[in-house]
């Protein structure tokens, strides 16, 4: 028979080991921060929560770009500061991005209305992006800011503000609970577990494929002019290299932080700092002249 300290003691363990019930609350620390992104506390409303799965709105805010009239989504805010490119999240999630759907629907054919960035058309691209057939309540838009040409370029860029309703699986370990699956749309479960690893693999290659054209421009640069850029500054190489040996303008790194360039008449060295953001860590991406 058990003594009461062997039932204390069980009762104990039960507690520890049983499943806590997923909250809101819970749940929406998990969304916050799930496979590296940082959103704000009210980026993130809860609707529902069912056993340890949860349907939440998100705001979430895109950059797009506009090139020979058709406007593209191009990158998503994961935090204070930090923008992520839509074309590498879609390299390592083996996704596709949205095509040609939003480019020319009826309803904006022969009018005013045919290449601008409506809130229709803002709608369409992040339905696309999210496989949300409209109309839908699962993709709204909260607010369209057009700022005219992005730094460095000529294509038209604006801002979208948009609430979009995502499900999500979570599982609780040691650190709490935390989001393992997301579901959007009429796609599958898609697991987030590794995104950002991958993701960091993609960079450091788009990372290594940007330096080496640096480092071709620069040659080609030293062939016609004798010498290299003589810089401590990236700004001041690509200002030297584009467009005649530089076609595009390449002034961040997947990273979102600017190239470091250091060069002499002889010499050049090119560096990103890598996921850390640290100079002279092991994971900086370098490439010098031989």
């Given at each position: ?15 520890v ?5 997923l ?23 809860v ?29 998503v ?13 879609a ?53 369209v ?53 991958s ?18 421009a620069l ?13 401590d ?47 002279n ?10």
């Amino acid at each position: 028979m058990l003594n009461p300290s062997h039932l204390v003691y069980l009762s104990c363990l039960w507690l520890v080991l049983a499943p806590a019930d997923l909250s809101s609350s819970q749940a929406r620390k998990a969304i916050q921060t799930t496979a590296g992104i940082s959103l704000p506390k009210d980026a993130v409303r809860v609707q529902r929560v069912d056993g340890t799965e949860a349907s939440a709105e998100l705001e979430l805010v895109f950059r797009v770009t506009q090139h020979d009239e058709r406007w593209r989504l191009s990158e998503v805010r994961t935090g204070q500061d930090r923008w992520e490119r839509l074309d590498l999240i879609a390299q390592a999630t083996k996704a596709e991005l949205p095509g040609d759907e939003c480019d020319a629907p009826s309803q904006f054919a022969l009018t005013a209305e045919s290449t601008a960035l409506t809130t229709k058309r803002a709608r369409c691209l992040v339905a696309g992006l999210f496989g949300v057939s409209l109309p839908s309540d699962d993709v709204r838009i909260r607010e369209v800011s057009p700022f005219g040409f992005s730094f460095g370029a000529s294509d038209a860029s604006a801002l979208i503000v948009a609430l979009v309703r995502l499900d999500f699986r979570l599982t609780r370990d040691n650190g709490g609970w935390r989001v393992t699956d997301m579901k959007s749309g009429n796609r599958d479960w898609v697991s987030v577990t590794g995104i950002s690893a991958s993701l960091d693999q993609f960079k450091r290659s788009t990372a290594a494929n940007e330096l080496s054209l640096l480092a071709q421009a620069l040659d080609n640069y030293r062939r016609d002019r004798g010498s290299y850029v003589v810089s401590d500054k990236e700004s001041v190489l690509i200002d030297h290299l584009s467009p005649r040996y530089l076609m595009p303008v390449i002034r961040l790194d997947p990273w979102s932080r600017p190239y470091q360039y250091d060069g002499d008449q002889a010499r050049f060295s090119l560096r990103s700092l890598g996921p850390d953001g640290k100079p002279n860590t092991p994971d900086d991406i370098t490439v010098s002249n031989p």
